[in-house]
C-alpha cells in the first residue's frame, strides 16, 4: 500500500538542536521507508543512547530505545525472533565505534539482515562535546580543552573487515542521496552500514557543513569505480581497490554506494540451512500456549540439569 511519509511521524516534540543533521537523517528515513512502502508495524528502529538514539521516539514501529552501545544487540534479538521486520538500528558514533564496537563487529560477521545508520558527527553530543572515535586527531573542538590526541576509527573500514556487505556513505544536509541510501540499505538482504556524516552545530566547530563541502564527492559521477561484488572471483580482483575507496578520508571524502556483495549469503539463511521452516515459522510466530495453558515447561527442559537435595 502507498504510504505518505506523514504516516510514520509521531505526535513526539524532536528535541534536537536547531540546525542539527539529525534533522535530515530523520526525514530521509521517513521518505525511504514510506517509499518502500514499509507497513509500522513490520519496521523496528533500535537506537543507542545519544541525541542520535532519539530517532526511536520519532518513527512510527516497533521500536526500542536500547542501553547505550546495545542497539545492535537488541536488533539483532528482534530480528532473529521475527526475521521478517525491517530492523533498522540508529545509533551515534560513540555509541557504534566507542562502547558498542565489538557488537559492531560481531554483526558484520554474522551478515544478519538489519540496516545500520552511523549519526557521524564526530563528537558526543548528548553529554556535551566530547571527542567521539571518529573525530581525527589534533583537531581541538569547542568543547576540548586540547587538541583530541587518539587517532579516529574509520568506519567504512572498520565495516568492510568484519564483514558487512553493503556499506555506504551519505551526508545528512543531502537528505535525497540519502533516502536512495536507505532504500537501498534496508533492501540489501545482509548486514548493511550507511556511515552518515552529520554536521553537530551545537558542539563540533570545525566539521562544519563548509567543512565537509568542500571535501564531499559521490563516486557515481567519477569514472571507474564499480563497489559491486557479483561473484567471489570479482571480490578477489576489486577487494584492493575498494578498500583503498574506503580509506579515502581528508581532502576528499567519498560518498555513495562504496561497497556492495551480493554473494555472501546472510545469517537468517544459514540458519534455515540447519533449521529447516526457521522463515515460515520463526519464534516470534510460533504458538506458546494452547487453550490459555502454555506448551512451554522451563523445568522440564532443564530437570535433567537441576540439583535436587
Ligand atoms: C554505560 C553508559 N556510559 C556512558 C553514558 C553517557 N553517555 C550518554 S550518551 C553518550 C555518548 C553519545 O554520543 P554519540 O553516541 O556519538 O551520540 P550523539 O549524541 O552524538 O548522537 C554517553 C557517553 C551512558 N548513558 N551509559
Ligand atoms: S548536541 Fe549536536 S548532535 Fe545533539 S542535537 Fe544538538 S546539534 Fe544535534
Known sequence: MARSWLDYKTQAWVQWCPGCGDFGILNSIYRAVSELGIDPENLAVVGGIGCSGRTTYYVKGSNFHALHGRAIPVAT?????????????????GDLMGIGGGHFVALGRRNLNITVLLFDNAVYGLTKGQAAPTLPAWVKTKALSMPNIHDNINPVLLAFAAGYTFIARGYAYHTQQLKELIKTAVRHRGAAL????????????????????????????????????????????????????????????????????????????????????????????????????????????????????
Not at 532473529?80 to 521486520?85: G, V
Open 77 to 93: 534479538g528482534v530480528k532473529l525472533a521475527n526475521p521478517h521486520l525491517n530492523v533498522i538500528v540508529a545509533g551515534g558514533d
Open 194 to 309: 550507511v556511515d552518515i556524516l552529520q554536521p553537530c552545530p551545537t558542539y563540533n566547530n570545525i566539521m562544519t557543513n563548509k567543512w565537509y563541502e568542500e571535501r564531499i564527492y559521490y563516486v557515481d559521477q567519477e569514472e571507474g569505480y564499480d563497489p559491486i561484488i557479483r561473484t567471489p572471483e570479482e571480490f578477489q580482483k576489486k577487494a584492493p581497490a575498494i578498500a583503498a575507496k574506503l580509506m579515502e578520508f581528508g581532502d576528499r571524502i567519498p560518498l555513495g554506494i562504496l561497497y556492495w556483495n551480493q554473494t555472501r549469503e546472510s545469517f537468517e539463511e544459514r540458519l534455515e540451512k540447519i533449521m529447516p521452516g526457521y522463515m515460515s515459522a520463526p519464534p516470534a510466530t510460533r504458538r506458546i500456549e494452547l487453550e490459555g495453558k502454555p506448551f512451554l515447561h522451563p523445568f522440564d527442559i532443564f530437570k535433567d540439569r537441576l540439583v535436587t537435595p
